[in-house]
């Protein structure tokens, strides 16, 4: 099998490609990824997996140039004969497409989530979802973009919910480790927020509520086009000297501990890595109920607010300050849902059904 991916240096779609190639090849399938990547620039996640017998195929062309793309996906193809191509993101979903063809292949897509935001990248979407009719499946990562699919025209019968699995850190730091590598005080009280900065994980939002609850600061781990944008906005807000801006980490799960809660404040979302990594460290979680969010958690194991309200995740934020031992139990009892409904294997073994089912 072949996953075709246009990868960003790390983040939550790159950590899911990463777990799903790694995992199919400890099972002892033929895995490659074939990357999408410009002049420069790669993808860590992939280079680690190659001891484990993954091959990585760095493919690599001037921005935009499709067809070049695919020619150079079908002589892949063609190299190591047909069977499964995987792709990820509306990138790959477009070249895997137009790359396909060889008697006896078959062409999967993992729908990740659709994040809407500007003009640009709602054509791309569009498209994007028109492009998937096409494929013999489709796996959406969560219910409601499951829904989506199939409403978008994708058939029924070709789409699969599959929802991401958990991958535990290499190394999950100490509270008192995590905290002295990042520079935060011991003492102080401080909300962990990881992801991109752009509009669709709502990172204003986290700024705004942090002006509404002044116990609090917030480590932002993570970069995007909004950074000097939000660091603004926090100076205008008169928040900055309670923000951390950390940049990209690579393994940012392994620094969770350092937090008293992590918030996750998306306008939109599939299966976020981010919250399964939060369930896993056992940290306090708040979360807007967006996309498959209210699939994986309830209010037994997080507090749940509407999607774009920031005075809701202001609220959460002091209900944590004031009832800790309440937050602490509603850690435990997301440790243990996610132990039982999102392991690695759980996910792996439904895909790899998918997968005997397309090949029968």
């Known amino acids: 099998m072949s ?15 990463a777990a799903l190639a790694g995992g199919m090849a400890r099972r002892g399938h033929d895995v490659r990824i074939l990357a999408l990547l410009g002049a420069s620039g790669g993808c860590a996640a992939f280079e680690e997996l190659i001891p484990l017998g993954v091959e990585l195929v760095e493919l690599r062309h001037p921005p935009r140039d499709y067809r070049a793309e695919a020619r150079a996906v079908r002589t892949e193809i063609d190299r190591r004969g047909a069977g499964v191509l995987h792709t990820h993101g509306y990138h790959a ?7 396909s063809g060889a008697p006896g292949s078959r062409l999967v ?15 791309y979407e569009w498209v994007d979802r028109r492009v998937l009719r096409r ?28 929802p991401n699995g958990y991958v535990p850190p290499e190394e999950l730091l100490t509270r008192e480790q995590a905290r002295q590598r990042l520079g935060i005080p011991s003492e102080a009280l401080v909300a962990g927020w990881v992801g991109r900065l752009s509009h669709e994980k709502g990172p204003d939002l986290m700024l ?4 509404l609850a002044p116990a609090w600061h917030c480590a932002f781990i993570g970069t995007g086009p909004l950074r000097q944008l939000l660091i603004r906005q926090a100076e205008r807000l008169g928040i900055a000297p309670r923000v951390g801006w950390h940049g990209a980490l690579p393994a940012a799960a392994g620094y969770f501990r350092a937090f008293d809660a992590i918030v996750v404040s998306s306008r939109t979302e599939g299966t976020p890595i981010v919250v399964l990594e939060g369930m896993g460290a056992g940290v306090p979680l ?6 498959g969010i209210p699939d994986m958690l309830t209010g037994a194991e997080a507090l749940l607010v509407s999607a774009g309200s920031a005075e809701g995740i202001a609220e959460a934020l002091e209900e944590v300050r004031a009832r800790p031992e309440a937050a602490r139990r509603r850690a435990l009892a997301a440790r243990a849902r996610l132990e039982a409904d999102y392991s690695l294997d759980s996910m792996l073994d439904r895909y790899e059904t998918l997968y005997q089912g397309l090949a029968a």
Do not use: M, Y
């Not at 991916?5 to 490609?17: K, N, R, Y």
């Not at 979903?93 to 790359?99: E, F, M, N």
């Not at 708040?286 to 996309?291: A, K, M, W």
């Open 93 to 99: 979903d477009l070249v895997g497409l137009w790359a």
């Open 135 to 162: 494929f013999n499946a489709v796996v959406a990562v969560s219910r409601p973009l499951g829904e989506r699919l199939t409403a978008s025209g994708v058939p029924r019968d070709r789409v699969a919910v599959i």
């Open 109 to 123: 897509s993992t729908a990740h989530g659709f994040t809407g935001g500007g003009w640009k990248n709602r054509l």
């Open 208 to 211: 705004e509520a942090l002006r």
């Open 286 to 291: 708040i979360t807007t109920e967006v996309g």
């Open 3 to 17: 996953h075709l991916v246009a990868p960003a240096p790390f983040g939550g779609l790159e950590a899911v490609v």
